[in-house]
């Protein structure tokens, strides 16, 4: 008797938690979260080219570019290939460096000069760090179609926002960026 009580009242927590849970929770939501990346991106890229609107053309006539968002420690965003308009799905892991290196919520833009750097990038992930910070001061005072940018290594820029706009002063952190080959295969 008191094992059908139990397998009774297990039923019942089974299936209310059904009832209860989001639909998602057991549904494989690959294309939603592609979905989701790609209207970051838009929105990202709309927000860059009203705070800096020479960013536009920059990537607009580069190879490749590619857009971020970061979440604590962790971030999603998507490359796309200017001449073939391919997209890879991507994900971001920081470390943080130094004292006060609290959570900030920011998007990255990444501009890819040319094939090799964009491939390399993209195919293979790639790690940027601190010396970001005094390429982006030198890049702002320089104007032209990179303005606002930061010269991450050679043949790559890089935009940082923020809730207020362009970040002029990108934080000093490491960063490794890679494909997410979960969103990158086929439903």
């Known amino acids: 008797?008191?094992?059908?009580?139990?397998?009774?009242?297990?039923?019942?927590?089974?299936?209310?938690?059904?009832?209860?849970l989001p639909v998602?929770?057991?549904?494989?939501?690959?294309?939603?979260?592609r979905v989701n990346i790609q209207k970051m991106s838009r929105d990202t890229l709309q927000r860059l080219y009203k705070a800096e609107p020479s960013a536009k053309t920059a990537v607009?006539?580069?190879?490749?570019?590619?857009?971020?968002?970061n979440t604590p420690g962790n971030g999603v965003g998507m490359a796309v290939n200017n001449k073939t308009k391919g997209k890879t799905f991507m994900r971001m892991f920081e470390i943080h460096e130094g004292h006060g290196a609290g959570v900030k919520k920011f998007r990255y833009?990444?501009?890819f000069d040319?094939?090799?750097?964009?491939?390399?990038s993209v195919?293979?992930?790639w790690e940027s760090g601190g010396q970001v910070s005094e390429a982006a001061?030198?890049?702002?005072?320089?104007?032209?179609?990179?303005?606002?940018?930061?010269?991450?290594?050679?043949?790559?820029?890089?935009?940082?926002?923020?809730?207020?706009?362009?970040?002029?002063?990108?934080?000093?952190?490491?960063?490794?960026?890679?494909?997410?080959?979960?969103?990158n295969k086929s439903s």
Not at 1 to 20: A, E, H, K
Not at 138 to 152: I, N, Q, Y
Request: charged fraction near 20%; glycine fraction near 8%; include cysteine.
């Open 109 to 111: 833009v990444f501009v």
């Open 137 to 183: 001061k030198t890049s702002a005072e320089k104007g032209g179609p990179m303005h606002g940018a930061a010269a991450v290594s050679n043949g790559i820029w890089m935009y940082q926002l923020n809730g207020r706009g362009v970040v002029l002063n990108i934080a000093a952190k490491s960063t490794k960026y890679s494909p997410d080959d979960n969103l």
């Open 123 to 125: 195919n293979s992930g």
């Open 1 to 20: 008797m008191t094992v059908n009580r139990f397998l009774t009242g297990s039923r019942f927590v089974v299936t209310s938690l059904f009832c209860v």
């Open 114 to 120: 040319n094939e090799t750097v964009f491939n390399d």
């Open 24 to 33: 998602d929770t057991f549904v494989n939501n690959k294309e939603d979260k």
């Open 60 to 69: 607009e006539k580069s190879y490749g570019y590619a857009v971020f968002s």
